[in-house]
């Protein structure tokens, strides 16, 4: 038996796929922004993106202010003997005596193009398209950690009952008036509150997870769980007076706009820390596979473990849910997915993978979701589930040989 | 080299507060087989877990290499000992290859890289438990056999000096399970390991293990050699199972035939044996004689627990014959199963004699010119096929 019968048993694809990945992104990316009510052609999008934001101050001195270009003129600051250092709208320049001796200079920044596109392309289309892809890898990759730990391919980021307990409170924040309190009337507020929510319930699945022996058994409990907060919700709903109801249905059936960037800071923090745990934990997720006892006996501590793996999926959950309400089917469907595309089970190679895909498949249906029936947007949920389901379908029939 | 590798004082195992076994001592050598041998949930799992680490014991210590169990750090145990256990893996796209190199994970850094040395070891494994054909086949594609040999290759890939293994041959065909006890009798042999197995074959515990230990009704009932395991009718004990339905000399049990007077099998030499297996598959009772205890027959008989009249080897009582000859006399059928006729089988002969002068039922193997010349013309019927006997069964 020579040594070359068992070399690396290495998919050669892998690398292709990861590239492949980055590509989708990239597109997607570009196609995220450039599509909507107000059609920015792509090439004015990758100028944007990549234009160096060189923006260029220059002082006049008193011979030159005749020729002062207006061109891309952003900030106009005359500086004057007396008056100071005052700023003029570029538009309003041609109202001032560029002859008064008194003017000792004039600064003027210039900048980009078109404000118009900038605003859109900065304040709406980019952070809404960051959103989705961040919280897409999150969901994938929470999805992945839960169906290795509980073996079970059926488990999707909610089976915990993190959303039903993030809505809950999000419900007492907008129906039951918790505004007032500690967290105050903005979209900020109600962040927090449903992340408490959904912390809430990690902290009391952690605690049953340290009791509680069999995985299928807390698999129940956070089902449970879950059941229990949403009845608080609908109970919420019940006494809530129409507007705000409508309101809640809206946020809790999930969406990406209306992302600030200061959110989406927030999102990329939280979620990029916990990528790297899961990506270190690969080696213990793999050893799982196998089954706790194996795992047990090739050194894994199982205590440790099932509290990283319980942590890191909910920390993962919870910040997308609390911001953007529940997505469905990206946690479910990605890990999936990319386990049929990829050929393999193992978690080093599955994490960034999911991390790719689940970020292209949920800013892909996201574009979708707010182009296809424009200006009405569709719930992300339904695009990913309508979107998804075939492609899940038509994978497993693909793969019937190996499961 | 026979050191001890496993002490285990005044243990008690079992489940949160159901204690399956107690109070238990033993050692247990490297470079030996040993057996956990009982009925089913005697605890022999339970033992093996426990000692593995995986299930914490109620009370007692284990003791491995002279440490207790619980002073281990995980990672030193685990590049003690390794186990094969019972419960199905159930894993998609993984290849043999790659459970089997799961194994190198306590001897592997960071992220589970492994180096060229890892996958010799991986690949070796493989090869040792005949599964090397198998090596890039997805897993669980593999039937239970090949499932059972890339798992215990994968256990062998931990390198470990403890081996424990929870019925690692039960899935098997008996060309693999020689296999298996081959190569566990080489692990332990020349790599100086302790092999700690328990098997429900009882003839391979006892003709390949070098330590067998018994465990019933919550203590340990037998802990020793094999060897010494017939004189107290150990296994039949273990298994209540009566009559001594086990026989060391077949390693194997019968099914029961009871004791009749209505037929009566004269045979020695061997002869008896496919005979008295189709009465006892069909449930029907007998009696046979004159045996001598050492032939073959014999065993095979007394664990149907069917009427013997036996002798001591070569040895002649004639007390056996007067009981043989009244028992010819109960009886309605006498078969003849044509053992060979010479100084030392004459007990036989008259018996058939006897028969042919009582007008008995006589049902023969031998070609009719041979039992004419012998015992004279009778109302025979002559039979070629062992199996043709159950025509009289109906």
Redesign the interface.
């Given at each position: 038996m020579s040594k070359q019968r068992v070399q690396k048993n290495v998919n050669k694809k892998v690398p292709v796929l990861y590239l492949l990945g980055i590509l989708l992104l990239f597109a997607v990316s570009i196609v995220g922004i450039s599509v909507g009510s107000v059609r920015i052609p792509p090439k004015e999008v990758v100028k944007q993106l990549f234009a160096s934001e060189k923006e260029q101050t220059v002082r006049y001195e008193r011979d030159a202010y005749e020729e002062i270009p207006m061109e891309n003129a952003q900030n106009i600051i005359v500086v004057h003997d007396e008056y100071g250092s005052m700023e003029v709208e570029p538009g309003l320049f041609s109202n001032i005596d560029l002859k008064d001796k008194a003017i000792s200079s004039v600064i003027v920044t210039y900048g980009q193009d078109d404000g118009l596109y900038r605003d859109i392309i900065k304040d709406i289309r980019m952070p809404r398209l960051a959103a989705s892809l961040l919280g897409g890898a999150a969901l994938a990759v929470a999805g992945l950690l839960l169906q290795i730990f509980f073996r079970n391919p059926i488990v999707d980021p909610y089976v915990l009952g993190i959303s039903n307990g993030s809505t809950f409170v999000a419900a007492l924040f907008m129906l039951a008036g918790l505004q007032s309190g500690l967290f105050g009337s903005t979209p900020i507020g109600r962040f927090f509150a449903a992340f408490t929510g959904a912390l809430a319930v990690m902290a009391i699945v952690l605690l049953f997870a340290m009791r509680v022996k069999n995985a299928s058994t807390l698999l129940i409990i956070g089902i449970m769980i879950g059941y229990f907060c949403s009845a608080g919700t609908g109970f919420l709903m019940t006494f809530a007076d129409k507007e705000a109801v409508k309101g809640f249905v809206i946020y809790s059936m999930g969406s990406f706009s209306g992302f600030m960037w200061n959110e989406v800071v927030m999102l990329a923090f939280i979620s990029l820390i916990f990528f790297l745990a899961s990506i270190l934990i690969g080696k213990q997720l793999n050893a799982f596979l196998l089954g706790e006892d194996y795992a047990k006996s090739m050194g894994v501590n199982l205590r440790l473990f099932r509290i990283i793996i319980i942590l890191v999926s909910s920390v993962l959950t919870a910040v997308v849910t609390a911001f953007a309400g529940p997505i469905a089917f990206i946690g479910l469907a990605v890990p999936h997915i990319v386990r049929m595309l990829f050929k393999t089970s193992d978690s080093r190679v599955l994490i960034p993978g999911c991390i790719l895909y689940g970020a292209f498949m949920t800013a892909f249906c996201d574009i979708l979701a707010r182009t296809v029936f424009s200006p009405r947007e569709l719930a992300l949920s339904t695009v990913t589930s309508v979107f998804g389901v075939p492609i899940v379908i038509h994978m497993i029939m693909k793969n019937r040989s190996s499961t | 080299m026979t050191d001890t590798t496993v002490k285990v004082k005044d243990l008690s195992i079992g489940y949160e507060k159901k204690i399956i076994c107690e109070n238990m001592s033993f050692d247990i050598k490297a470079g030996e087989l040993t057996c956990f041998m009982g009925k089913n949930g005697a605890g022999k799992s339970t033992l093996l877990?426990t000692i593995?680490?995986?299930l914490p014991s109620i009370s007692g210590d284990v003791l491995l290499l002279d440490k207790r169990l619980k002073e281990y750090k995980?990672?030193e145990?685990?590049?003690l000992?390794?186990?094969v256990?019972t419960?199905r893996?159930?894993?998609?796209?993984?290849?043999a290859?790659?459970?089997t190199c799961?194994?190198r994970?306590?001897h592997?850094g960071?992220?589970?890289r492994l180096n060229?040395k890892d996958?010799?070891i991986?690949?070796t494994s493989l090869?040792q438990t005949g599964a090397?054909e198998l090596?890039?086949r997805?897993y669980?594609?593999l039937s239970d056999g090949e499932k059972q040999k890339v798992l215990i290759a994968r256990a062998i890939a931990?390198e470990p000096k403890i081996l424990l293994l929870d019925e690692p041959t039960t899935h098997l065909d008996i060309k693999h399970k020689l296999e298996i006890m081959d190569l566990l009798n080489y692990l332990a042999r020349d790599r100086n390991m302790s092999v700690i197995l328990s098997l429900h074959e009882l003839d391979l515990a006892v003709k390949a293990c070098q330590h067998i230990i018994a465990m019933k009704d919550q203590r340990i009932m037998y802990d020793g050699a094999p060897e010494a395991m017939d004189e107290e009718d150990m296994i039949n004990r273990l298994f209540d199972m009566s009559p001594k339905r086990f026989s060391h000399v077949t390693g194997s049990v019968e099914l029961s035939a009871g004791k009749s007077h209505q037929h009566f099998i004269v045979a020695c030499c061997g002869t008896g044996v496919s005979m008295y297996r189709l009465f006892a598959k069909n449930r029907i009772g007998f009696t046979t004689g004159i045996l001598y205890e050492s032939e073959c027959d014999y065993p095979v008989a007394s664990s149907m627990g069917a009427h013997v009249l036996a002798n001591k080897p070569y040895e002649t009582n004639l007390d056996i014959q007067q009981e043989a000859i009244s028992c010819i006399d109960k009886a309605q059928t006498i078969i003849d199963t044509g053992f060979p006729i010479n100084d030392q089988t004459m007990q036989n002969k008259m018996l058939i004699v006897h028969a042919v002068e009582k007008n008995k039922t006589i049902i023969s193997f031998r070609n009719q010119e041979e039992f004419e010349k012998q015992f004279g013309k009778a109302q025979v019927t002559y039979m070629k096929d062992t199996a043709d006997v159950e025509k009289i069964f109906r």
């Open positions: - | 877990k593995a680490g995986l995980r990672n145990l685990s590049k000992l390794a186990v256990l419960q893996i159930s894993v998609d796209f993984m290849t290859m790659e459970i799961m194994g994970y306590p592997t960071f992220m589970g060229d996958r010799v991986a690949q090869e090397i090596a890039n997805v669980s594609t931990q």
